[in-house]
């Protein structure tokens, strides 16, 4: 497999690109639109085509990628049928497989961040998007956002994984890259050492998180998949 783990400096966001080696065939998760010109050149240095963007959810941070790709090269737009994006090619729900040449990939819908949350699964990684963070997990005071379906989520769909699962998160503000389901269930502040579903949510009502800085341009942008119009 060819993989690439991206970060967008301004939102701290992290995107990524999967590769079949066979085919040539790929899709990038949580493309960001202002890194275009960088997924071009990995597709042409890569001679690799892009055939799904996919997204974990309707993003608050950043302006999506995938309408600009989707333009650009051809390549679907993946999102989960609740995530209030009717602009994408594919509106995918809970355990719906993703094939990209050799590779597979599973839809678990993982909601409580965003009604419409989704983890991308592979046999070895997670791609967990703004469910669980290396360390933490999404916010729940916005945009649907529900604490106790978050605990749900990751202790139903996410923490029930292999335990040497490689995570990789949306975003990271630490210099995080990668982490493991193992670390995860024990070290989580929010989550780990077997927190229960109460402490989590009053853990998640003591953040006072201030207002997302680009949520009023980013929200109804990527509801029309990264249109501005």
Do not use: W
């Not at 991206?6 to 998760?29: D, K, M, Q, V």
């Not at 042409?44 to 959810?57: A, C, G, I």
């Not at 609740?82 to 994408?88: H, L, Y």
């Not at 109460?198 to 207002?211: G, H, P, T, V």
Request: glycine letters at 10%; a negative charge; hydrophobic letters at 35%.
């Amino acid at each position: 497999m060819i993989f690439r783990q991206l970060f967008e400096t301004e939102t701290s966001t992290y995107s990524y690109f999967l590769g079949c080696e066979r085919t040539r065939r790929a899709c990038l998760i949580d493309p960001v639109a202002s890194e275009l010109p960088l997924y071009l050149d990995l597709l042409q240095s890569l001679d690799l085509q892009l055939v799904y963007t996919l997204e974990t959810h309707v993003h608050a941070d950043h302006i999506t990628g995938s309408g600009l790709l989707r333009e650009k090269v051809g390549s679907k737009s993946v999102v989960h049928r609740d995530a209030g994006a009717m602009c994408a090619d594919l509106l995918v729900t809970d355990g719906v497989p993703l094939q990209v040449g050799d590779l597979q990939l599973e839809v678990r819908h993982t909601p409580g961040h965003t009604n419409g949350c989704v983890s991308y699964v592979m046999a070895d990684r997670v791609f967990t998007g703004d469910a669980l963070l290396i360390g933490g997990s999404g916010r729940t005071d916005f945009q649907q956002g529900d604490a106790g379906q978050l605990y749900d989520s990751i202790t139903g769909k996410l923490f029930t994984l292999p335990p040497d699962t490689l995570v990789y998160p949306g975003h990271d503000y630490q210099g995080n890259t990668v982490s493991t389901i193992k670390q995860e269930m024990a070290k989580n502040p929010r989550l780990g050492g077997g927190k229960t579903r109460d402490e989590f949510i009053a853990i998640m009502s003591e953040l006072k998180l201030a207002y997302p800085k680009f949520i009023d341009q980013a929200l109804p942008a990527n509801q029309s998949c990264g249109s501005l119009s």
